[in-house]
């Protein structure tokens, strides 16, 4: 085994070009972990909302809240299902919503995008309690008052506390801010469900959300509903339903899928180029190792190892690049809802791990071929090179 | 060009690190060609309805609020307005949700009038109007899912409560819209239960620098109503799905750059190692009368053909592969029509060259600028 010392020995003593590969690997892993934290964030906004303990019954066949209905008369026939949990003052623990969608202009795009409005009553914050006003206060029932997600407040223009924005002959009047823990509702705005359904003149609901009281319930209220023929809904959990709706986002996920393949080839094809550099000009050097002694298996590790070295360090680099990212909040569409999706780029620790693993073995894929050239060289001739 | 083969020789020197360096050239620049003919596709798409004289009138509540048909009745009267045609989107897909394509329910005969730009064989046009459960499609949507005319379909719900059944009647052609499935308004009003409300509504004017009074007056009109309009003119439209997207432009942009920042970064490491191997034959070049000017210009066109070959490769390699391949099926529909244009090889070309003298720069000037005794007497 040659010291690791040795290898730190040549990459100082090839400071400029050591640097500008650690740099070069770095740009790359950085584009590639920026990637993989919009990835995240979109994903994390839609999937991680919604409670595997709740059902959600919507219309069957409706891909989306948006064009789902479940009738009042409905909403009555579920409400009186056996198996209901029941909150801590007794009431049971079933949610009507409606969803509306709002085109709201954006502060950098006045064309702006279609956010959100969810039609709720008290028990929805009672299901959902991850879902906490932050600033202002809750909106009255029967009235014309909304509150916003920190997030869309943040992006959309007139929906700070005080402001009123309008459609039709209705106007809304934004009372409060809410924050619901970056799940799908980050990117909403709630507001009193009949009141909502009289501003829009709709007398049906777009879905019921309902907790049961345990699995057998669960399984039981499920089979009800859709056993029923007079109400033709579907039933699943509200966790499957957030995860349904990324099929929307598949752009995404391709998009990613591009980046990572050509950086990957790109991060082996440049340490394999700066490698051969690297072991090139110390021919004669490595040559005498092996007149030394040193096997060539020996002279093979040591360069793979200095190849992952530096490119461990290079994915280090990316990382520390690519942290600024983290902060950056923007929104995209999600073409199975067509409404907005707020979220943040985020870089967590499997996001970090995968991007310096990949550095790591696009180190080792690419230090191969120099590792076994410089094995391989026949020493009476790299000593006799000037 | 009597230095040609003086170049050629140097830029082969070393096979290998030249073939790495056009590699690791060509894979960036087939990677940052396509994201460039990602962006041209969107905005072709974007621009596709820039040359017609259709505006289009939406709720402005949000896409998926309907507008009543009395609105259409209206618009009708307006002077200017040649002809109206509603449009609903449908939204349903193919057996599996994968095979997601653009699919509508449209006045059909509104398609001579409003769509006239929409390419259908009279023969087929007829059936296509006899029949209410008929549907006229793409030709390229007919290759993409083996549909033949006379073909029965049914197509899965996603929006609306029923599953279209249909009988394909005919097909046509148009030059931007190449992935669109039309069937009767008819059909739809009876499997909703007759609301009479409808997503979209078209609008052909006779003069084309109406267009912006017309959209005004339209949304002005309804403007206090229950269902106010937001009427756009059909680029305008297009473009609004494209801004719902997000920032690609300035994503695809950075992503580009930072990909070519790299390259720059690695192909100066192997320049400057190959400019430092032969300090001595530059300094015997000089010796024998070689201009320091004509040194460093052999060696930075040496630099600037390795870039450029890279580049070359990459891009035009791109180029070929989506010629030969079609990217509408590898992507399920996402990019229709995908091809890389003209405009972007020469931006990558260009671009390749950039590299090479950028990358090459410093090292062709520091190998050119060196004395020739010091490098007679460095070993290298």
Known sequence: MIPLKYNIGNLTARRVSTLMTILGIGVVIAVMISMMALQNGVHSAVVSSGSKDNLMVMREGAAAELSSWVTKDAFRIIRALPGIAKDSSGAPMISPELVIIFKIPKKDDPKGSNVLMRGVTAMAFTMRPYVKLVEGRMFKPGLNEVIVARRIRDRFVNTAIGDTFQFGAQKYNVVGVFDAQATAFDSEMWCDADFLGQARKRDAYSSVIVRPIDRGAFESIKAAIKGDNRLKLDVKSEYQYYADQTTGLAGIVILVAIVTFFMTIGAILGTMNTMFSAIASRGRELATMRALGFKRRTILLSVIVESAFVSLLGGLAGLLLALPVNAISTGTTNFETFSEVAFNFRVDGPVAITGILIALIAGIIGGMLPAISAARMPITKALREI | ?380
């Not at chain 2, 059936?127 to 459960?133: G, I, M, Q, V, Y």
């Not at chain 2, 739809?188 to 409300?197: M, T, V, Y």
């Not at chain 2, 210009?297 to 592969?321: R, V, W």
Request: overall charge positive; hydrophobic content about 50%; proline content about 2%.
């Open chain 2, 1 to 380: 060009m009597k230095f040609a083969k003086l170049i050629r020789r140097n830029l082969f020197r070393n096979k290998l690190r030249a073939i790495l360096t056009m590699l690791l050239l060509a894979v960036i620049f087939f990677f940052v060609a396509t994201l460039l003919a990602i962006l041209d596709n969107f905005e072709e798409f974007s621009n596709s309805g820039a040359g017609s004289n259709r505006i289009v009138v939406q709720s402005a509540i949000s896409l998926a609020t309907l507008l009543p048909y009395s609105h259409e009745q209206k618009i009708r009267q307006l002077p200017g307005v040649v002809d109206t045609g509603k449009l609903q989107w449908i939204g349903a897909y193919y057996k599996e949700k994968s095979n997601f394509f653009a699919n509508f329910a449209i006045d059909g005969e509104k398609m001579a009038t409003v769509w006239d730009d929409y390419k259908i064989d009279p023969k087929q046009r007829a059936a296509f109007l006899a029949d209410r459960r008929g549907a006229l499609v793409a030709e390229a949507l007919m290759k993409r899912f083996g549909w033949k005319v006379g073909d029965r379909i049914t197509l899965k719900r996603q929006i609306f409560a029923f599953d279209p059944e249909l009988t394909i009647r005919g097909t046509f052609v148009h030059p931007v819209d190449t992935g669109s499935l039309f069937f009767p308004m008819e059909y739809f009003e009876h499997a909703i239960g007759d609301r009479s409300e409808v997503g979209t509504i078209w609008v052909k004017l006779k003069d084309p620098k109406q267009m912006a009074a017309i959209s005004q007056q339209i949304d002005a009109m309804f403007k206090n109503s229950d269902y106010p309009t937001e009427t756009f003119t059909e680029k305008e439209f297009q473009q609004n799905f494209m801004s719902m997207m997000g920032n690609v432009k300035l994503l695809f942009t950075a992503v580009s750059s930072c990909a070519i920042f790299m390259v720059i970064l690695l192909a100066a490491i192997t320049m400057s190692m190959s400019a430092r191997e032969r300090v001595t034959e530059i300094a015997v070049l000089k010796a024998i009368g070689f201009e320091q000017r004509l040194v460093l210009a052999l060696m930075l066109t040496e630099f600037i053909t390795l870039t450029i070959i890279g580049g070359a490769l990459g891009c035009f390699g791109a180029h070929y592969l989506y010629a030969f391949v079609d990217m509408g099926k590898v992507t399920q529909g996402f990019l229709q029509n995908f091809g890389i244009h003209a405009k972007t090889l020469l931006i990558c070309m260009i671009t390749s060259a950039g590299v090479g003298l950028i990358a090459g720069g410093l090292p062709a000037l520091r190998a050119s600028n060196l004395r020739v005794v010091d490098g007679l007497r460095r070993v290298v």
